[in-house]
């Protein structure tokens, strides 16, 4: 209503370009991800007898097969019992496999940080398909002006999807112990026959962790193509023609249910059976909310950028106070469903159950990283992105994303890294290669895919409340 | 608007020059015009929001997150005070052989309380501040400015009255009045 003579904002279509130092900046990363992560494979602590093809030998199969002896042994004491390394018996059922003895091979290490950037960008994606199905469904002007960033980010799920297929089909029987004991192919009774894997394996099987994966994230990915189809559409009838809109709205109610009812499943499939024997009801809500605030943070990025390089004109401060808000808010949702997870167990010490922290919160090898965890998802942007001034300044709100994505990385890194390779976990040069390079990858892929479309959607319906959003003083 | 300007009471005033208006674009003009000519305008009292014209008149931004701030953390204080008192120091109770201070255990209570005195905190100022109460007269500058009518209200005073009412009229006032110790004559 601001707009009669106080201002006039001109709503035109612009064109993308990639600038050159943005195409040098992010291939410059990629390739250097792409070199740090081969220098951090070539020097991965190896041992003679281990190779990157474990599970075809049976020299290594010890290190998985440590499970089921102890589960076996455990049988005839407690069912809840295990019998640690040192041939205590503790309370705790180890989840992780750490047996000195006899270590994953070193090249699961490679296989374990593809699984978490991999899933951590399709979850990023998946988000960003979410973000523009949600502000459909509700109804949402505000966000009009940048609903083309997501429109963009999600493109990056075919990419993502294909990288997690490819570890899960090469490697799932070095990540997963399921999936090696699977492979076993157990008798009931037998030496290492695990009652609660064999319980599971109607749903934790290869064939629904392969089928299952492809099956959610295509349909997903379906709607998506259909989202940006109709989007793209829009722009080429004339204004006022409401029928691509009214389709989109359609589109995203269908896909928030099915996404909404599906992921929790996903995520179970991915990553919560890392930890096979454990499991956590509130999980898939656990990722989607990392996943959220993770592209939530992203677009806001996006937002900063193209807005600094002079696009994105109807886009103002008001557009990225609200993402500002967005990221302080779910890192707020985020920490209260980590907390949520966290704290009955810790409380509540079924030893099933606490299996899972016990590896995270009392093992040295992780703790530092499980509070940093905290401190970078919760407190850092808790602090930075209270006042209204620093969430509408884009310098602190770029320092306040650095922290939050290189944070929520660090999430989903505690979630995958215990339950595969344990002790053989580390932060090191594979790590921060492998995580850059996906950075890069995926700044370029959606600035390429950015340049496909004007930047602004000129004829949708709410793309004049979007330009004269208002938050006020 | 009168949520955010600080002297609420309008009886307390002295003399004060009112356009009456019924189109929301004449009052952004005229707010602008006013303004341009740098006279102060009191307030702008509408039946809805006008965006951007906060702005435009130059009210501050609400302080009420000060208080939701103070609120919270008195809330989280306390709260924390509480449950010390109750399971640490009156009668120390052990939980699952769980560490008696451990603030992670206190976090739903302390989250609770910080998000109900913020919110009662909130109101409570909010209702305060606006001197919304039952009992309290409503002070309405026009019967129909919680319907279909706006007005403008600058303080005569330290300023020119009749440019003041000739930026009324050139801006499309449908009425222009002045309002002194709470009787209004209307003036053209």
Not at chain 1, 271 to 277: C, G, L, Y
Not at chain 1, 310 to 316: C, T
């Given at each position: 209503m601001a707009h009669h003579e106080a201002h006039h904002i001109e709503i035109s279509k612009e064109q993308f370009v990639v600038p050159a130092k943005a195409k040098m900046f992010t291939l410059g990363a990629a390739i250097i991800g792409l070199l740090l992560t081969v220098v951090g494979v070539f020097t991965l602590p190896t041992d003679s007898s281990h190779s990157a093809n474990s599970h075809a030998k049976p020299a290594t199969h010890a290190g998985h097969d440590n499970h089921g002896a102890a589960a076996q042994e455990a049988h005839k004491v407690d069912p809840n019992l295990v019998v640690d390394n040192a041939g205590h018996e503790t309370l705790f059922p180890k989840t992780t496999h750490k047996d000195p003895e006899h270590p994953k091979p070193a090249f699961t290490r490679f296989w374990a940080n593809l699984l978490v950037n991999g899933y951590f960008f399709l979850i990023i994606s998946l988000a960003a398909l979410f973000f523009i199905a949600v502000n459909h469904v509700a109804n949402a002007g505000w966000s009009a002006a940048i609903k083309r960033i997501p429109e963009a980010m999600l493109t990056f799920i075919p990419v993502a999807l294909v990288i997690v297929l490819v570890v899960l089909f090469v490697a799932r029987q070095d990540l997963y112990h399921w999936a090696h004991y699977e492979h076993q192919n157990i008798a009931k009774g037998a030496p290492g026959y695990d009652k609660i894997l064999a319980g599971k394996s109607g749903f934790l099987n290869s064939n629904i962790l392969l089928f299952g994966t492809l099956l959610f994230v295509s349909i997903y990915f379906l709607f998506g193509l259909k989202l940006r189809s109709l989007s793209k559409k829009e722009d080429e009838v004339s204004k006022g023609d409401l029928t691509n809109f009214r389709k989109s709205v359609r589109f995203s109610g269908a896909f928030t249910v099915i996404y909404g009812f599906s992921f929790s499943v996903l995520s179970w499939l991915i990553?919560?059976?890392?930890?096979?024997?454990w499991y956590s009801t509130i999980f898939g809500v656990y990722n989607f909310a990392t996943g959220w605030v993770s592209a939530l943070t992203i677009i806001c990025c996006f937002v900063l950028y193209l807005r600094s390089q002079?696009?994105?004109?109807?886009?103002?401060d008001e557009h990225v106070h609200d993402l500002g808000k967005f990221m302080f808010a779910f890192s707020i949702f985020w920490t209260y469903i980590w907390l949520a997870q966290f704290l009955l167990i810790w409380y509540a010490q079924i030893p099933e159950e606490v299996a899972y922290y016990y590896d995270r919160f009392n093992d040295p090898q992780f703790k530092f990283q499980f509070f940093l965890n905290v401190i970078m998802n919760f407190v850092a942007p808790f602090l930075i992105l209270m006042t209204r001034n620093n969430k509408r300044n884009p310098l602190v709100l770029s320092i306040a994303a650095l922290i939050l994505i290189t944070g929520h990385w660090n999430d989903v890194y505690l979630m995958v890294m215990p339950g595969t390779i344990g002790s053989a976990a580390e932060v090191g040069v594979l790590e921060i290669g492998m995580f850059t390079m996906f950075c890069g990858v995926f700044a370029y892929w959606v600035l390429q895919a950015l340049t496909r479309r004007s930047l602004i959607a000129v004829n949708h319906p709410y793309i004049e409340e979007s330009a004269y959003h208002d938050v006020g003083p | 608007m009168g949520i955010i300007d600080k002297n609420v009471m309008l009886r307390n005033r002295g003399k004060m020059l009112l356009g009456v208006y019924e189109d929301e674009e004449k009052v952004m003009a005229a707010a602008k015009e006013l303004t341009g000519h740098g006279i102060p305008v009191l307030d702008v009292y509408t039946p809805y929001p006008l965006h951007g014209l906060d702005r435009i008149i130059g009210i501050k931004r609400t302080n009420l997150t000060v208080i939701a701030f103070i609120c919270g953390l008195t809330g989280f204080s306390l709260a924390a005070l509480m449950i010390w008192y109750m399971n640490v120091h009156d009668w120390p109770m052990n939980v699952g052989n769980k560490p008696l201070i451990f603030a992670t255990s206190w976090i739903p209570v302390m989250f609770e309380s910080t998000v109900l005195l913020t919110a009662f905190g909130m109101a409570f100022f909010f209702f305060w501040r606006n001197r919304l109460a039952h009992g309290i007269e409503p002070e309405l500058l026009d019967d129909r400015q919680t319907d279909d009518r706006m007005v403008v209200v600058v303080e005569a005073g330290n300023v020119n009255e009749q440019e003041v009412l000739s930026i009324y009229r050139k801006t499309g006032a449908v009425e222009l009045r002045e309002r002194l110790n709470g009787t209004q004559k209307v003036v053209g």
């Open positions: 990553i919560m059976s890392v930890d096979a024997h002079g696009y994105l004109k109807i886009v103002s | -």
